[in-house]
């Protein structure tokens, strides 16, 4: 297991809980059966992506995890929505977030508050309160944010969160979007721009080896045999043999193939 320090759970609770949750995320919550998880957006009016949530139904009580350096001004935000109904939502700080890989569909045989499932993979959250041994380990939590981001999952940070629809990070491929439900903050513009075909921004997973790692929303420029595509950062990991794995949102359209890419006036090949 590895305790994965960028993560925080909040629980949502209350016979209204579903419903608010539901009314607020880009994803179908009430869908979600007994157990299960599903990603979703929590969007600003503009359709913007405030921050990535992993949602897992519990009874009538939904555990969500997400980036905790957001929770605190996401939860106060949501909060001011509660109004009349019957929901109360806590930020879990003193259960820490662990990951774990396991092909077990029972899930991971531990005491824990809850255990959350990422779906399409054998990538399992656990929210617990006890210590377990050796899982502080920065090696493998960078080898573990590599698989997220092999998965096309970036958790948002404060310079990335407002900056993207959910189509340019790929979160509608991650099923963090469902085209068929009500009304949620910015659900006209993210559905026009999926109807209407006006995505400009494409996420791009690139593996190279430039001298430093870069930072979110960082400039970076891919080069395809011809032209050259501006974009941004949003995400970064190490792979463990000297390269990075980068998470880019870039003016390139998906079908061409980025050659290289230029980052702080250094120019390296694409692998």
């Known amino acids: 297991m590895v305790k994965l320090h960028n993560l925080t759970a909040v629980r949502f609770h209350g016979s209204d809980a579903g419903n608010f949750l539901h009314n607020q995320l880009s994803a179908d919550v009430l869908g979600l059966e007994e157990g299960a998880s599903t990603f979703a957006c929590y969007c600003e009016p ?3 992506v405030l921050a990535l949530m992993l949602v897992n139904r519990a009874g009538e009580d939904y555990y969500v995890i997400m980036s905790g350096e957001l929770s605190t001004s996401v ?7 509660v109004m009349r109904s019957k929901v109360a ?3 879990m700080g003193e ?3 662990a990951g774990l890989r396991t092909d077990d569909v029972a899930g991971p045989p531990l005491d824990s508050a ?4 990422v779906p399409g993979s054998n990538l399992w959250l656990v929210v617990t309160d006890r210590e377990i041994p050796g899982w502080e380990d920065e090696g493998q939590q960078e080898a573990w944010k590599l698989s997220e981001l092999q ?8 310079a990335t969160s407002g900056q993207f629809l959910p189509q340019m990070l790929g979160f509608d491929q991650l099923g963090a979007v469902n085209y068929r439900k009500g009304c949620y903050p910015g659900q006209e513009i993210v559905a026009r ?3 209407l075909g006006k995505v400009k921004r494409h996420p791009r997973l690139l593996n190279c080896s430039l001298t430093v790692c870069p930072q ?15 974009g941004h950062v949003a995400d970064c990991a190490e792979t463990g043999d000297g390269s990075f794995c980068i998470f880019t949102v870039v003016r390139m359209d998906p079908h061409l193939k980025a050659r290289r890419i230029e980052y702080l006036n250094e120019i390296t090949a694409v692998f």
């Open 46 to 48: 503009k359709g913007r």
């Open 75 to 81: 939860v106060a935000r949501l909060k001011i929505y």
């Open 89 to 91: 939502i806590d930020l």
């Open 95 to 97: 259960y820490a977030i």
């Open 114 to 117: 809850a255990t959350l499932q």
């Open 151 to 158: 998965l096309g999952i970036t958790w948002l940070n404060g």
């Open 193 to 195: 721009t999926r109807y």
């Open 216 to 230: 979110p929303m960082d400039k970076v420029t891919l080069h395809d045999d011809e032209q050259a595509y501006a």
